[in-house]
């Protein structure tokens, strides 16, 4: 119930932000072009939560990545991002079962990234807050397999590398479960380490 009710105030947060940034948008001031595109790798292993067990549930993850710029001034920006990925994944099917299987997902996910500004732009650290649908192939007893959401939680930086290319390097944290849509629904928490290449362009 206490899981629950986290995932649903992440799911309130993540709309009052979308309709508080829809209204910051028309002050934006473009510094960085306002479309942005990149691919990236992320490994995620299992986290210590009350929501896992001994599973082992490991993913990577193969992201393309899509960026709108809706706000920005002379320190900070703030985007929308959407992120198609295939991921592939290798879990324990039981706590006690000491055999691994493999699986995969696929899905998408959006939301939005806030960076700030430090050496003249060279480098721009920031947070991410994200949700998307994703379909999972086969996972652990605890979690029911097909249609789940992907909540996730990271921060990183993005650092210029040559000419208008630049380096993103992420850490964060991911759950997926299907919001009590089908049973059992214990839910996979992940750590992940992601990194990325980006590359803004006119448009």
Same mark, same amino acid.
């Given at each position: 119930?206490?899981?629950?009710?986290?995932?649903?105030?992440?799911?309130?947060?993540?709309?009052?932000?979308?309709?508080?940034?829809?209204? @910051?948008?028309?002050?934006?001031?473009?510094?960085?072009?306002?479309?942005?595109? %990149?691919?990236?790798? %992320?490994?995620?292993?299992?986290?210590?939560?009350?929501?896992?067990?001994?599973?082992?549930?490991?993913?990577?993850?193969?992201?393309?990545?899509?960026?709108?710029?809706?706000?920005?001034?002379?320190?900070?920006?703030?985007?929308?991002?959407?992120?198609?990925?295939?991921?592939?994944?290798?879990?324990?099917?039981?706590?006690?079962?000491?055999?691994?299987?493999?699986?995969?997902?696929?899905?998408?996910?959006? =939301?939005?990234?806030?960076?700030?500004? @430090?050496?003249? %732009?060279?480098?721009?650290?920031?947070? @991410?807050? =994200?949700?998307?649908?994703?379909?999972?192939?086969?996972?652990?007893?605890?979690?029911?397999? =097909?249609?789940? /959401?992907?909540?996730?939680?990271?921060?990183?930086?993005?650092?210029?590398?040559?000419?208008?290319?630049?380096?993103?390097?992420? /850490? %964060?944290?991911?759950?997926?479960?299907?919001?009590?849509?089908?049973?059992?629904?214990?839910?996979?928490?992940?750590?992940?380490?992601?990194?990325?290449?980006?590359?803004? /362009?006119?448009?």
């Amino acid at each position: 119930m206490r899981i629950n009710k986290i995932h649903f105030s992440f799911r309130i947060i993540w709309i009052s932000s979308f309709l508080l940034i829809m209204q @910051m948008a028309t002050a934006q001031s473009k510094q960085w072009p306002k479309h942005t595109v %990149g691919a990236s790798y %992320g490994l995620g292993i299992q986290a210590p939560s009350e929501v896992n067990f001994n599973n082992q549930y490991e993913v990577n993850l193969f992201s393309l990545e899509y960026y709108h710029n809706v706000f920005e001034d002379a320190w900070f920006r703030i985007d929308v991002f959407a992120f198609p990925q295939l991921n592939r994944t290798k879990f324990r099917p039981t706590e006690e079962n000491a055999s691994t299987r493999n699986g995969f997902e696929y899905g998408v996910n959006g =939301g939005f990234q806030f960076y700030g500004y @430090m050496f003249k %732009g060279m480098v721009k650290p920031y947070v @991410m807050l =994200g949700i998307g649908p994703h379909y999972v192939s086969s996972a652990p007893s605890r979690q029911r397999n =097909g249609f789940i /959401f992907s909540d996730n939680f990271a921060y990183g930086v993005v650092i210029a590398l040559y000419e208008e290319y630049h380096l993103d390097l992420r /850490f %964060g944290y991911r759950h997926i479960s299907n919001g009590g849509l089908k049973k059992p629904n214990g839910g996979i928490d992940n750590r992940v380490a992601t990194i990325g290449i980006i590359h803004p /362009f006119n448009q």
